[in-house]
């Protein structure tokens, strides 16, 4: 079988756990949690890096942090993850959802405005819709597949509109806009390491941000919010969110393979990019000329996709369809949804996502081009 996406443990996470394990730190401190939150920050170019324990953790933290509250609204495109959406809802607080763009597959930034023009209204320095008079706290832009939408014009927005950015930027390590670090534009940015991202720890996730106040506020709710280091003294209501030394030590291991791993990326990207672009109706994602996308998970829209889907994985290649758009969920169907032609509808109902570990071969990336062309010819 071809997988669709699995990690690649060929780098020093045996040396690195075996270690942990040898000096018995295993658990909550240790060196491994500083040195990853360090190599990470310094990667990114953030001042801080807060370890979690998964990408939603990540968000939920960066929501509260933000200041979001309970029977808020927040802006987030209906193309994603149902994570980010989850990690709304944690805080009591409702996802705004806006359709996406038929080109890059981000939020509509333009959709958005006019949106924000029309039927916002602000007061006290505060934002509220119109029709359901909740305030809008913030927007939740996420870089789907590693592509980012144009980051100048969320922030200008944000600014004009008084709103509050948390970037999910959970599949977006190694992606920049105009060479800053996605997760860095916001106030704050949440990363995943789950199996199939980019690096993987098996779970886990990280906070970023230039504030150091909200950076230390991170470390210490996501700790129990323990307020004295002699004493079981704690200052609020905290989280056991924190990622254990053994899966930070994997994380380090992992970073240091990163640029590798996005190289690698790339080469799978262009070489279906080049094959397939023969295939009649083909669409592939455009990605912003200030860019530079990490090619996490490689997808296309492609016509006949169930019929492609079902094919593909008969022939042992494992493939999948895109996320359900969040309109379509039982949770939030009933959600406020901004858009003209549901193109988050078209996308589900045409996308596939190929084969692309960073270890997968190259005849076996020839193996997925040439049955999907095999597919083509029968049924094109
Ligand atoms: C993976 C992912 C998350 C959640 O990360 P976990 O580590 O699995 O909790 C959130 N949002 C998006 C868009 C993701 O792809």
Partial sequence: ???????????????????????????????????????????????????????????????????????????????????????????GAEPLLIDIDPLTWQMDLSLLES??????????????????????????????????????????LASDYLLEVVEDSTEALGSYYKNKHAGTFGK???????????????????IVTDDEKLGKKAK???????????????????????LVNILAAMGVAQLEQLSGFLERKKQVTDFYNNQLKKIKGIQFQQVNPNVQPNNWLYTVMIPGQKKLIAYLNQSTIQVRPFWVPMNQLPMFKKNIYITTHDRSDEIYHTSVSLPCSTSILD???????????????VNG
């Fill in 1 to 91: 079988m071809i997988p669709l996406s699995v990690p690649n443990l060929s780098g020093n996470e045996w040396k690195y756990i075996k270690e942990c394990l040898d000096t018995n730190w295993v658990s909550a401190v240790g060196s491994y949690v500083d040195d990853f939150e360090k190599k990470f920050a310094t990667f990114t170019q953030s001042r801080y890096a807060v370890s979690v324990v998964n990408g939603t953790a990540a968000l939920h933290i960066s929501l509260v942090l933000a200041g979001v509250e309970r029977g808020d609204l927040v802006i987030v495109p209906n193309i994603t993850f149902v994570a980010s959406c989850n990690a709304i809802s944690y805080v």
């Fill in 115 to 156: 949106f924000l023009k029309e039927k916002t209204v602000q007061k006290n320095g505060q934002l509220y819709h119109k029709e359901s008079q909740r305030r809008i706290k913030a927007i939740m832009p996420v870089h789907v597949l590693g592509n980012m939408c144009d980051m100048d014009q969320v922030m200008k």
């Fill in 188 to 206: 704050l940015g949440c990363f995943s390491f789950n199996g199939n991202k980019i690096i993987t720890t098996g779970g886990g996730g990280m």
């Fill in 220 to 242: 210490h709710i996501t700790t129990q919010a323990k307020a004295k280091s002699d004493e079981y003294f704690h200052d609020e209501i905290g989280y056991n969110y924190r």
């Fill in 363 to 377: 005849q076996e990336l020839e193996q997925v081009v040439s049955k999907i062309i095999e597919f083509d010819h």
